[in-house]
């Protein structure tokens, strides 16, 4: 009886112990992952108004060099990125993709309805087929489209100021894609354009 104790004992010990090393890493790296999830999202929008920077002075870099205006939809504050010479806005868009969340950066001209740049933070989709929608040339085909009065991602034949071709083989994944641009869209720039009213 005495030995099955000494098991007991040894194995709640264990336990104890592992779970405080797993808590106590999670404390130690949850910090560095927020830090490496804000310098990625900073320079995605850097990138995209084209200002230069280093990863030793990012932060720096988008401190001195972008605004950040904060808007509420539905009860939640949202920045919106601005870059103050160009008057270029950049906010987060996000949506389900087929596989998981799609998170990105959406960044408007001036006019908040031509597209400047798209970027991807974060997915999940099919590596070499849906997952090509963090590969540049395929972004590339969104800068200069308009949502006049949406974007449109065809499976073939874009040929309108709104519209864009989709990834080759991936039409759910463009389809989740088409849907995450067009309601961060409608969700954002009116609230955007109203709080710019206000001032």
Do not use: C, H
């Not at 194995?11 to 999830?37: H, P």
């Not at 060099?65 to 996000?94: A, L, M």
């Not at 961060?184 to 955007?192: G, H, I, L, R």
């Amino acid at each position: 009886m005495n030995r099955v104790f000494k098991i007991v004992g040894f194995v709640v010990a264990m336990g104890v112990i592992t779970s405080s090393l797993l808590i106590g890493m999670d404390v130690l790296t949850s910090e560095r992952i927020s830090r490496n999830e804000e310098a990625l999202l900073q320079s995605k929008i850097l990138d995209a108004f084209e200002i230069p920077y280093n990863t030793s002075n990012i932060y720096d870099t988008f401190v001195a060099n972008v605004e950040q205006v904060d808007v509420t939809i539905e009860g939640t504050v949202v920045p919106i990125y601005r870059n103050p010479d160009t008057g270029s806005i950049s906010f987060e868009i996000e949506g389900g993709g087929v596989w998981g969340p799609i998170i990105g950066v959406l960044t408007l001209n001036e006019d908040l309805v031509t597209i400047e740049n798209v970027g991807i933070l974060a997915q999940q989709e099919t590596p070499g087929l849906g997952g090509r929608i963090v590969e540049l040339p395929y972004l590339a085909k969104y800068e200069g489209v308009v949502f006049d009065p949406f974007v449109e991602v065809l499976k073939e034949g874009a040929s309108a100021p709104n519209q864009v071709d989709a990834i080759t083989g991936a039409t759910s994944t463009s389809s989740a894609f088409q849907t995450i641009l067009n309601d961060s869209y409608d969700q954002v720039v009116p609230a955007y354009q109203a709080t710019l009213g206000g001032e």
